[in-house]
Every structure is written in C-alpha cells, then in structure tokens.
C-alpha cells in the first residue's frame, strides 16, 4: 500500500534514532519514497550518511546548504508528502511542533505538511509522564496528529516503563494501514486455517502438514481491510497480531466445525482455508496405548464432518462461501464438483505441481474457479500477496 507514496522521516536527537534506519528500509522496500529531515541533534545520534544511502536521497537538515547555498523549501516538501512520520520525536521536539516554535527544518516542515502526521514518541518515562507532555501531545492529537503511542519497557536510561519508541515494524504497520482501503469494513469475515488433529491416545494424533500460512495471510489481509475476522485455527505455529482478529483455537474437525458453525450466522464471508482431516479414530483411547503386551493396535477410522459442505447447506442469501482445493490431477472439473457438492461460491485451487507452492512454504500459486466455471489464474507470488488477490476476488466479483 505504501508503494509510491511520498513519505516525509522526520527523526529527532534521541536514542532512539537508531530504529529510524530500520524504518526507513522498510518504508523503501515497500516502495515508499522517502525523504529524511533530521534535527541538528537527530545528527547526534545517527548519521545522514547512513540515511541518505538508505533512501537514496540527500538528507536535509537545515534551512541551506552549507555547500552551495541552496535553499531548501519546507512548504515543498509539507506539499510533496503523502504522509509525515516522525520517528522518533522527543519531548522537545513535540513541545516545538504543539506550540509553534518553527526553529529548525523539521518543525517548518511540520507546520507546512498538508499530509496526515505520525508521531512516534521516544523518551524517559519521567519525561512522558509529565504534564507538559501529556498536554503536548493532547494539542497534537487535536491538530490531527496521530501519535503511535510508546511501548513499556527498558529505557536507555536503564529505567523501565512507559517510553521506548514503539518498533519500527509496528509503525510501519500503522503507515500501511493508513493507506490500505478498507472496503471490508463493517463485513465479518469467518476464516479456518491450520491442520486439524484427530486424538488416538493422549499423547498421539492424525494429522497433517498444513502450515496455517495460507489462512493467517487472508486472516490479516482481511482484517487490515476493514472486516471483523473468526479465525478458527487448528494446532499451528504462527501467530497473529490484529485487533480486528479473533483467534478460536481448535484440535479436532469437531472442534473446528462447532467453532464455524457459532460464528457462520453473523458472517458474511467464510473463508474455507482449514487442511481438516478427513478422518478420525472411532474413539479415543483414554490412556496412552501401550506397546508392550499388545497386539499391533487396529485403528479404526470414521469420516470427519464437512465443514465447508455442512456451512453451505445453512448458507443465507447474500453470504458468500469460499473453499480451497488441493488436486493432483483433472484439477477444474473436481474442482468444479466440489463447488456443487459443497455449496461453494468459489473455489480456491492450488498447485502442488508448481514448485514454491503448497504446504508450508511461504510461496502460493492459484487459480480461483467460480460457481459459473470462470477461472482466473494468477502467478506465483508470497502469501500476503495472494491473500490480497483472493480478497480482492471476494470484493469485487460479489
Ligand atoms: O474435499 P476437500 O478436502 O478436497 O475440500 C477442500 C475444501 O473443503 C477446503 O476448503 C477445506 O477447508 C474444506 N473442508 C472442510 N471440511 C472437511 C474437509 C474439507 O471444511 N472435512
């Protein structure tokens, strides 16, 4: 989202400034363009040379080259940007830009920006605590500054609390969802992803090598597009991060049904990602089967219940239902029965032919089929990207 975009960096005389590199690599590698103003004690902390090599652009600092006597103009920059983010900002600095006091390039830029300003505090928690402070960053707020609250934690000063800039990852995050279109909004959006685990004993199971990845991702893209997201998850690795998720753990397709069947009523779009087993021991042992003294133990084996399949015979006009399918061959017509047999609106198809996609790798490549037959085929890309592509689908095909 932030491909394109103008962004202003402006950094502060803190610590704090050597996390400001880190952000700037994020914000170019996400396209952004990126413009560092420092303060002349920003350049206590981090040189420009480092910041320049990594937006590939001179850093300015003061009003005019000391070279050649160029004078560079705030009021173009305020108007370049489509966004401003300062990172870090001290207290002087926040005090500076709540009142006024246009003393250096980086507060003229401020007071010149048109675009949307963020600003991510750094200083002892003494400092952040106190009233001026506060009441700086309250007149920011009021002037529509949106300020990437600190995280609590060890402090420079070996103190800890309320004060360490939040993390570069974090802001960049909150820039990206700034510019990401939430046409998702006010829409609740169901998800199953990860394998399912069908208990034999206590201590074994049937399951398989779903890595969840591919569900997390629509979980996400979802969730930053403006959608309420269930995630019902099966046994996985990875976490997810998102205020508009939540998380039901799971074991069993049992389990996994009875989760998506309590969120399926309110929903309005249900994303089938899950690897459910499709089957499970007739019953659980209920202490650990032994291998001495026994015969080699028969498992015997039911069928699991078909989540998608039972969600689409309860499906309400105007929900939508999107499965997943993994096929090794005759691909589109099994796909095609399944959006019958199911009640499918779409179905996702990935390749296990294609090398760097399928499970676990951070790689897909998928064709969606859609209840009239059409297929549309994308190219290999990451999971976030395909995420967004299966979510653009949903928006714009229904
Ligand atoms: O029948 P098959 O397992 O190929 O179907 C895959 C699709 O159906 C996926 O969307 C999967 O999440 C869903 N499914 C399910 N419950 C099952 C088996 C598959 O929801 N028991």
Redesign the pocket.
Known sequence: MLKGKHIILGICGGIAAYKSATLLRLLVKAGAEVQVVITPAGKEFITPVTLSALSGKPVVSEFFSANTGEWHSHVDLGLWADAMVIAPATASSIAKMAHGVADNMLITTYLSAKAPVFVAPAMDLDMMAHPSTVANLELLRSYGCHIIEPAEGELASHLVGKGRMEEPEKIFDVLDDFFTPKDLAGRRVLI?AGP?RERIDPVRYISNYSSGKMGYAIALEAARRGADVTLVSGPVSIGIDHPRVRVVSVES?RE??DA?MAAWPESDVA????????YAPASAADSKIKREHQDVPVLHLV?????????GQCKRPGQIL??????TDHEID?AAE?IR??G?DA??LNSLRDAGAGFGVDTNKVTIIAADGTSTPYPLKPKAAVAADIIDYITTKN
Do not use: H, Q, Y
């Not at 994303?271 to 499709?278: I, K, N, Q, R, S």
């Open positions: 199953t399912t397709a996994m049904l998506s994303v089938m990602c899950a690897a459910v087993a499709d069928k699991n219940p078909d989540i998608a399949a039972t969600l999107v499965g997943f399918a993994l096929e099994n399944k047999r199911k499918l179905i996702v």
